[in-house]
């Protein structure tokens, strides 16, 4: 029996061996992928960021801890986890604090190393979503390392996005910054028993109240669905006010995740999210804008490897080292090495 037929039959042993060998981007895993792949497309693919010391790893905990409570649905976890740049190892330390979950077979946690990975998502973490969604796990939450305003690329690979903040790391200013905050489906307010939340939620609202409500446009390629939304209502726009599709104004939801306060409230944000996308049709643009960044990457990645079979490394050196003595340019060293040295 192969590895992907083993998966299929909810065998979890060979779901983990299968992981491993996609994290190691072996040839078993690619083709237990390629058999996989026709029973993708199923999963709710949330994405858990935040900068870190936010609590995301206790939110996780008690999200998954909500969803098998209340719904009984399979959960699958992907902890991405900051790797040393000197060993390429990691601490792992997000399943320390996700010890509640352990022996229930509805929960798989899975932690992986960034190995260098920007953006705080390793490469191979599409692909262990994909194993999961085609496991036949309902939901599944991916959190990164934590990075800070940089850790955008959740937004690509997630349906619904949480950005968690918490009172007392940093001043208000770095609170309303654009980058990461624009990604965010729901805000979450974490530890909020802190003193300071009010200005926390108070500085997230100023940036939400400014903030011009635009469409979310992942890629250049393909076509964009134009949204709008009805400030007024805080619902979809009528057909009398817009001919598209509701623009989603993320709510800010306070929770204090290490005593499960505020988490029932996050999950009903969640589903109604996931309402949004279903009317809206932006499930299906973010399905296929996910889609389309796993297919740019592979093929930058397969033309890497191409070029580097075309050219030896001597050619490679003789041309970084007539960069380093000023004698040609990176530009003309691209053109050289790409028209075979």
Known sequence: MTYSQAV??????????????VENDALEGRAALIELFPHTGKAHLIGVTGSPGTGKSSLVNQLALHYRKTAQKRVAIIAVDPSSPFTGGAVLGDRVRMRDLSGDTGVFIRSM????????LAQSTANMAQVFDAAGYEIII????????????????????????APGLGDDIQAIKAGILEIADILVVNKSDRPGVENTEKALKSMLDLAHPTERIFQHHGTAMRTSYDQTSGGPASKQDSSSAPIWIPPIQRTISTEGKG????????????AHLTHSGDWAVRERARLEVELDALIQETLVSRFREQV????????????????????EAVKLLMNGG
């Open 113 to 120: 190393a960034t190995r260098g990975s920007l953006g705080g």
């Open 312 to 331: 030896s490394q001597s050619q490679y050196e003789d041309a970084l080292t007539k960069m380093i003595q000023r004698k040609m340019s990176p530009w």
């Open 263 to 274: 988490i029932a409230e996050l999950a009903e944000a969640i589903a109604r999210h996931v």
């Open 142 to 165: 991916i959190e990164t390392v934590g990075a800070g305003q940089s850790e955008v690329d959740v937004a690509r690979l997630a349906h619904t996005t949480l950005v968690v903040e």
């Open 8 to 21: 299929l039959n909810g065998e979890r042993l060979a779901l983990s061996r299968l992981l491993t060998q």
